[in-house]
């Protein structure tokens, strides 16, 4: 089958969404699928000479002014485009996104009497107060929920990545057909790596004397404002007071990344935190194999990818008991979730820093219960879908 996938978020953007684009065109491409992406076009200097992973068509764009990151297509130069997704001929077409481009993948499904498939990833209503700080939030949220009601309204099919941002789309009264269908992560890249784990550790020591003496944490994702990471400086202010040895490495970049550096710094932890920038995806097995505990805040996760990626590896999770985490998470299996406030958020790092029997059997569970979400698993409910709303 040819699939044609429309999405605003695309490389050189590094994101959850990008990740689960990248995981399922890797995955149907091996199982014989022919995929083709269409997103934004960005400057040269942003791409870094790196080629698409997979056959991709560039939509002519321009800078949306939120960030570096989000682009916006060109409607007096999408026609190029658009010819170029006719010659791919897609006999489905999946839209990633609610902006220009996936505007743009909604009317090429009208005009070729497709039906409409999405994902939502994003919760929305959650970003507004940092990505729309003049309105008050009493507009902005309604105004949210609006929007996304006219985005939707004629989709044949929605598909979520968790229960939790499915019944979100619902209480906004999008009345469609839904499908929970998680990014499945690869388990061939990422499991335990015990001994790439402990050359790593060695590094850190050499480049950073003292960092391994105590337990390391270990955060992964975009460094930005909807990640909640004011609570982690806060309670790694809170974990030190009780054990001082304790050291956090913050492996992503982002918007934000020099805030929240200067925040950090502000809490006197310099010298406590390495920041690496980003790192290639391939290098994260051996990062979560080092650390002894992942800790994410995030508030805003449809699914959470990383905290999945962290768990296939074998390390324990103390993440904030919201959205996509939660149902990670569920019941304490394979980590903590604790309460969206740096007090709570300390005393379940410690308490798993302070036990190891507790923390090996949480590592263990951690493994088990992340392959719900392998990609193969992932994979066929997509191709099953594909087939069912497209046809063989």
Not at 124 to 151: D, G, Q, S, T
Not at 246 to 261: E, I, N, S, V
Not at 277 to 303: C, H, K, M
Request: charge should be neutral; charged fraction near 25%.
């Amino acid at each position: 089958m040819r699939i044609a996938f429309f999405s605003d978020a695309y490389h050189p953007r590094v994101s959850g969404q990008v990740a689960s684009i990248d995981e399922f065109c890797k995955c149907l491409t091996e199982r014989g699928h022919d995929v083709c992406i269409v997103c934004p076009s960005y400057p040269p200097e942003r791409m870094n000479g790196l080629p698409d992973p997979f056959r991709t068509i560039r939509v002519p764009s321009g800078s949306a002014i939120i960030s570096e990151d989000d682009r916006l297509a060109l409607p007096w130069r999408v026609s190029g485009a658009l010819r170029a997704v006719d010659e791919f001929g897609p006999q489905a077409v999946h839209v990633q996104t609610e902006f220009s481009v996936g505007a743009l993948g909604r009317r090429y499904c009208r005009r070729h009497g497709l039906p409409i498939v999405s994902t939502c990833h994003t919760y929305y209503e959650m970003y507004v107060k940092w990505y729309l700080p003049l309105l008050p939030e009493f507009i902005a949220k309604p105004a949210v929920r609006i929007w996304l009601r006219n985005v939707y309204a004629h989709d044949e099919l929605i598909i979520t990545p968790s229960r939790r941002i499915r019944d979100v789309m619902q209480s906004y009264g999008i009345d469609r057909e839904y499908a929970v269908i998680p990014t499945g992560v690869d388990e061939r890249m990422f499991y335990p790596r015990p001994e790439q784990a402990a050359t790593y550790r060695k590094e850190l020591e050499r480049n950073h004397p003292g960092f391994t003496r105590g337990a390391l944490l270990v955060y992964a994702g975009r460094i930005s404002q909807e990640k909640n990471l004011e609570i982690l400086a806060d309670a790694m202010v809170r974990i030190l007071r009780d054990a001082p040895d304790t050291r956090l490495l913050m492996a992503g970049d982002g918007p934000h990344k020099t805030d929240f550096q200067k925040m950090f710094r502000g809490r006197d932890l310099q010298g406590k935190v390495i920041w690496t920038g980003l790192l290639p995806r391939e290098s994260l097995p051996v990062v979560y194999s080092a650390a002894d505990l992942f800790v994410f805040p995030s508030v805003t996760e449809t699914q959470g990818l990383v905290t999945i990626e962290a768990m296939l590896c074998g390390t324990p999770v103390v993440g904030v008991n919201r959205m996509g985490t939660a149902e990670i998470l569920e019941g304490d299996t394979g980590g903590f979730l604790a309460e969206n406030d740096a007090d709570d958020f300390s005393e379940k790092v410690l308490t798993l820093m302070r036990d190891p029997a507790l923390r090996a059997k949480k590592a263990a569970e951690a493994k088990e219960r992340a392959r719900r979400w392998t990609i193969g698993h992932a994979c066929d409910e997509m191709e099953q879908m594909y087939i069912r709303i497209f046809g063989k």
